[in-house]
């Protein structure tokens, strides 16, 4: 049996007992990678101002990221799907949403493809408006499906 070093407090003491404090060395850790603020020279509206419109950058990269997503999956199904439209309407705690209505081919052939698993939250972004594009026409909106090279 070892024996026990550590300092410990008589039972029914009401200070320390198992936890009590002990001198001892901090060990030898350290963050490769602190994060930190990269607002931190900011104050005020400034600070604010550059918050918000790093929250609109990384929206707007999610938007786009979200399209190419939509892209490479409805590509895999089918490499001649060339047009995904998309329902627009007004909503009040969404503002501006979008749904995924159908895809078609180069020859104008609806894809017989389920869009719900596709559908996600990001069509509730103001940001997703910029990939989607309207036909006077037709009064049609849709997003051009194209492969990334």
């Known amino acids: 049996m070892t024996e026990d070093l550590t300092a410990r ?14 001198t001892h060395t901090e060990p030898d850790i ?9 607002f931190a020279h900011l104050t005020g509206l400034d ?8 929250a609109q950058t ?21 490499p001649d799907f060339t047009r995904l439209n998309v329902g627009r309407k007004h909503d009040i ?9 159908s895809v078609e081919d180069r020859d104008g052939n609806y894809g017989d493809v389920d869009l719900e698993d596709l ?9 997703l408006y910029q990939h989607v594009a309207y036909d006077d026409a037709s009064d049609e909106c849709f997003i051009n499906l194209s492969p990334r090279s």
């Open 47 to 54: 600070r604010a101002r550059a918050q918000a419109e790093y």
């Open 9 to 22: 407090q008589p039972k029914g003491v009401p200070t320390g007992g198992q936890f009590a404090a002990t």
């Open 119 to 127: 559908q996600d939250e990001i069509f509730h972004d103001a940001y």
């Open 93 to 101: 705690e969404y503002g501006l949403t979008f749904t995924l209505e």
């Open 30 to 38: 350290a963050l490769n990678n602190p994060i930190t603020d990269p």
């Open 58 to 78: 990384i929206s707007a990269e999610a938007a786009a990221a979200y399209v190419d997503h939509l892209s490479d999956k409805l590509l895999a199904i089918n």
